[in-house]
């Protein structure tokens, strides 16, 4: 049950995209298209953002896109806007109900 | 609407123990695999227990593991974690989550209750 590797953080202007990564191993990430997206922001509950690997939630912009390569998850934001600024956290079935998360990202709109 | 809402977080001793509640309201609590998260100052998020519907049947984490007991009464829609020997890396916020309808993920969570472990 070892934590998803994310990069702490990224960094990018309004209107740019940026990707985050997320990478497991063949026991979670590479077995399951079941890695989920979430959003934090300071002191508040996470929001799920993308689920099954690249679906969306209804509410949720279309900016936001997921996919996955083997081990390794991708979160992409297109059009970055100022309230996106925030912690990313991915998440991967590990079997039975058991879940592991990543480390979280922090993502600065420059 | 969906609501999850914790209690019970509080300051305590290293090595004592705290039960925590989740009240759920909105939906049918017993059709729901129900989870703990918890959160350490500053740090992510970490899966830390969860119970099946139906079976009852729970799992955990390996650092809770002998320590903590997650357990639910569908007829008052609470989930409850019993936390015992709590150490000073427990200390976080630990948050109640609702596992989706026929999916893996999580989609409604509470806003969580803060656990302070003192040394």
């Known amino acids: 049950q070892s934590a998803l590797t994310q990069p702490a953080s990224v960094s990018g202007s309004p209107g740019q995209a940026i990707t985050i990564s997320c990478t497991g191993t063949s026991s979670d990430v590479g077995s399951y298209n079941l890695v989920s997206w979430y959003q934090q922001y300071p002191g508040k509950a996470p929001k799920l953002m993308i689920y099954?690997?690249?679906q969306r939630p209804s509410a949720i912009s279309n900016r936001f896109s997921g996919s996955k390569s083997g081990n390794t998850a991708s979160l992409t934001i297109s059009g970055l806007q100022a309230e996106d600024e925030a912690d990313y956290y991915c998440?991967?079935?590990?079997?039975?109900?058991?879940?592991?998360f990543g480390g979280g990202t922090k993502l600065t709109v420059l | 609407e969906v609501q999850l809402v914790e209690s019970g977080g509080d300051l305590v001793q290293s090595g004592g123990s705290l039960r925590l509640s989740c009240a759920a309201s909105g939906f049918t609590f017993s059709d729901y695999p129900m989870f703990w998260v918890r959160q350490a100052p500053g740090k992510g998020l970490e899966y830390v227990s969860s119970?099946?519907?139906?079976?009852?049947?729970?799992y955990y984490a390996k650092s809770v593991m002998g320590r903590f007991t997650i357990s639910r009464d569908d007829s008052r829609n609470t989930l409850y974690l019993q936390m015992g020997s709590l150490r000073p890396e427990d200390m976080a916020v630990y948050y109640c989550?609702?596992?989706?309808?026929?999916?893996?993920?999580?989609?409604?969570w509470g806003r969580g209750t803060l656990v302070t472990v003192s040394s």
């Open positions: 998440c991967s079935y590990a079997g039975g109900y058991i879940f592991v």
């Open positions: 989550a609702r596992l989706s309808g026929g999916g893996y993920y999580f989609d409604a």
């Open positions: 119970i099946s519907s139906v079976a009852g049947t729970t």
């Open positions: 099954e690997v690249n």
